[in-house]
């Protein structure tokens, strides 16, 4: 048995030296298109997550339309069919069950309300704790209206109340 040179591939036919550069620069070409077809893929998604996860809370009328928009609290009014809702956008007040809600943004709108209480000797006085939802400031507050929620007094927090004090009922 002798060793000798394999014989050469006939011609038009490459070696395995000659494709490798051809899988190479391929490869390349084609990580090249996918990077070309997910950064448009990744601004359009971006856009329109933007356009319609904005953190603008509602669409006017349908207070928990936003994802976002975390529901605390519901209440239930003296009338028949008052609702109240604290949110994470303010305190939004329906009158027919829940069917129409007359405010685009809750009263209190930049806080999150975290527990409604309703007198029950005077339905028209409410008392809310909010939170803001932005900014330095995390301490709890207490809000009261003596008209059905169209006006809000900033009441005192109870003394001795740490400032990261988390309100949660009334």
Excluded at 101 to 129: F, T
Aim: overall charge positive.
């Amino acid at each position: 048995m002798s060793l000798s040179r394999p014989p050469s591939p006939p011609e038009g036919l490459d070696t395995i030296e000659q494709r490798k550069p051809r899988k190479a620069w391929r490869r390349y070409v084609q990580a090249l298109m996918l990077v070309l077809l997910v950064i448009p893929i990744f601004v359009a998604w971006q856009l329109l997550n933007s356009r319609f996860n904005s953190t603008d809370p509602t669409v006017a009328g349908r207070p928990l339309s936003n994802p976002h928009t975390h529901l605390h609290v519901i209440a239930l009014g003296d009338k028949a069919g008052t609702v109240y809702l604290g949110t994470h956008y303010g305190l939004f007040t329906s009158t027919d069950g829940g069917n129409t809600w007359p405010e685009a943004r809750g009263a209190l709108n930049n806080m999150m309300i975290m527990s409604i209480a309703v007198s029950p000797a005077n339905p028209r006085d409410l008392a809310v704790i909010g939170r803001p939802t932005t900014g330095a400031a995390f301490q709890g507050s207490l809000y009261f209206s003596a008209d059905g929620g169209a006006n809000w007094q900033a009441g005192n927090a109870p003394a001795g109340l740490s400032p990261s004090a988390y309100l949660f009922s009334l």
